[in-house]
Each structure stands twice: as structure tokens, then as C-alpha cells.
């Protein structure tokens, strides 16, 4: 079985020993490369629709993992009972979807140790939501797959930590700034060049919409100026930490 970069960078974030559910198992691979590579003890491989989880199923037949993976209909989370895992993983989906799909089961969500997430779009969004309810992101990856940039969070549950640690895990990692929650701390402060890329990338882009714009003064063009302005502010600001 090969696992694609982004697949294996989101597996390598779970915490070796935890048990996972995989939510949007798909074909199960990231389920089995967790068993396979001995990252995990156990999986609940969960999907909202019939056909991926039949495949899934195949594919740990195949590699005799039924007694360490098992597959589950579900909803998001519905069907995963509180205390039942330590990790939630959820990767290939957008940040509006993964947000609606741990708001909705919150009470089980507080009773895992983490959340490994890989949002497709929306990503300060999801920065936003895990910091609203009490995670924190302890690592981010990012990575270009197929040209195109994904970044994976790695959150702890802060409900878990010692409160001899709490501050000062705060102090290293709580999302204070703007950039923070837009473009990750994490990565900001370790000078992640990938991360460097994406935002003079981003920069340039904008530019370039700002001088495409200033050649009209509608209301409904000025407002758009406005929002661009700000990102590019912002993006200004995260660069600032490679001078």
C-alpha cells in the first residue's frame, strides 16, 4: 500500500500508543499505515457513507488488521462513544465541515487528548475554533502535494495538561497575534521556509489584485480593496518573523 506525503505527515503527528478515529476513513489507508507503522493500538475507521467504508473494510481484510481496526457508519462523530479514544483525527476536509463536525459532538470531543486535523480550506477558522474551546496546537506541518499547500495541526487538550505546565505551554504556544490564527504560530516561529513560500506567494498574488482593483471605484469593488488590504497586512506581519 502507498500512502501519499500528506497522508503519512498526518499519521506521523498522532501520538504513538494513542487510539484513533479516523473520521472520512475513505479507503482506510491512513487507518492501516497507523497499525502498519505501530503509531497506534487501536482505530474506529468511520464514515458517513457505505461504499468508502466497504472499500475500507477490503483494505483491512486484506492486511489482517481486523482485529485492530474497525469500521464504523457514522456522522462525523455520532457514532463514537465518549472516552472510547484518545485521538480524533480528521484530514481532506474543509474547515467550515470539520468545525460543524466537532461542534456538533463536543462533549466527546472534550474527552479525547487530541485533535490531529488537516483542513482542505478555512484553515484560520479551524485555528479559531481549537482555540475557542480549550485545545491548543502543539505542532503544524505544512507541505506542497500535487502543487498545492496543505497544512496539518497537531492540538492537545488542555484539559489534560498539569496545571504546573499550563502557563507556561500558554506562553509557547497560545494564539495571540492576527498571523497566529491566519498563517500558524508554530510554523511563524520556527521560520518554516514552505510557510515562507506560501506567503510571498500569497503576497505577490494580492498585489496584483489590489492594481487589477484600483482600476475601478465601485462601492462593491472598494469594499473587496479593503479586505485585501487587511490580508495583505497581515501577511506582512507573519514575514516579518524571517527578517
Same mark, same amino acid.
Given at each position: 500500500m502507498i500512502i501519499s506525503n500528506r497522508l503519512s505527515k498526518v499519521a506521523n503527528l498522532v501520538t504513538i500508543g494513542n487510539r484513533v478515529a479516523d473520521i472520512g476513513c475513505d479507503h482506510a489507508y491512513t487507518s492501516i499505515y497507523l497499525i502498519k507503522n505501530k503509531i497506534s493500538s487501536k482505530i474506529?475507521?468511520?464514515?458517513? &457513507?457505505?461504499?468508502?467504508?466497504?472499500?475500507?473494510? @477490503?483494505n483491512i481484510k486484506k492486511y489482517q488488521y481486523n482485529k485492530y481496526i474497525e469500521?464504523?457508519?457514522?456522522?462525523?462523530? *455520532? $457514532?463514537? $462513544?465518549?472516552? @472510547?479514544? *484518545?485521538?480524533?483525527?480528521?484530514s481532506g476536509m474543509g474547515g467550515n465541515?470539520?468545525?460543524?463536525?466537532?461542534? $456538533? &459532538?463536543? /462533549?466527546?470531543?472534550?474527552?479525547?487528548k487530541e485533535l490531529i486535523l488537516q483542513p482542505q480550506s478555512d484553515i484560520y477558522k479551524v485555528r479559531e475554533y481549537i482555540k475557542r474551546i480549550g485545545f491548543m496546537i502543539i505542532d503544524e506541518d505544512i507541505l506542497i502535494d500535487e502543487d498545492k499547500y496543505y497544512n496539518i495541526?497537531?492540538?492537545t487538550n488542555k484539559r489534560y495538561i498539569n496545571d /504546573? &505546565?499550563?502557563k507556561d505551554l500558554e506562553s509557547k504556544y497560545d494564539l495571540i497575534e492576527t498571523e497566529h490564527i491566519y498563517y500558524s504560530r508554530v510554523l511563524l516561529e520556527r521560520r518554516n521556509e514552505v510557510l515562507k513560500e506560501f506567503l510571498e506567494n500569497q503576497y505577490?498574488?494580492?498585489?496584483?489584485?489590489?492594481?487589477n482593483l484600483l482600476k475601478n471605484s465601485s462601492k462593491a469593488v472598494n469594499k473587496r480593496k479593503e479586505?485585501?488590504?487587511?490580508?495583505?497586512k497581515i501577511?506582512?506581519?507573519a514575514l516579518k518573523y524571517y527578517n
Open positions: 474506529i475507521a468511520m464514515d458517513i &457513507n457505505q461504499g468508502p467504508l466497504d472499500r475500507a473494510l @477490503e469500521t464504523r457508519l457514522s456522522n462525523g462523530l *455520532d $457514532k463514537l $462513544k465518549k472516552d @472510547e479514544v *484518545d485521538t480524533i483525527l480528521i465541515l470539520i468545525v460543524d463536525i466537532l461542534d $456538533k &459532538n463536543l /462533549d466527546t470531543v472534550y474527552k479525547v495541526i497537531k492540538t /504546573d &505546565n499550563i505577490n498574488k494580492k498585489e496584483r489584485i489590489i492594481t479586505t485585501i488590504i487587511e490580508e495583505i501577511i506582512r506581519q
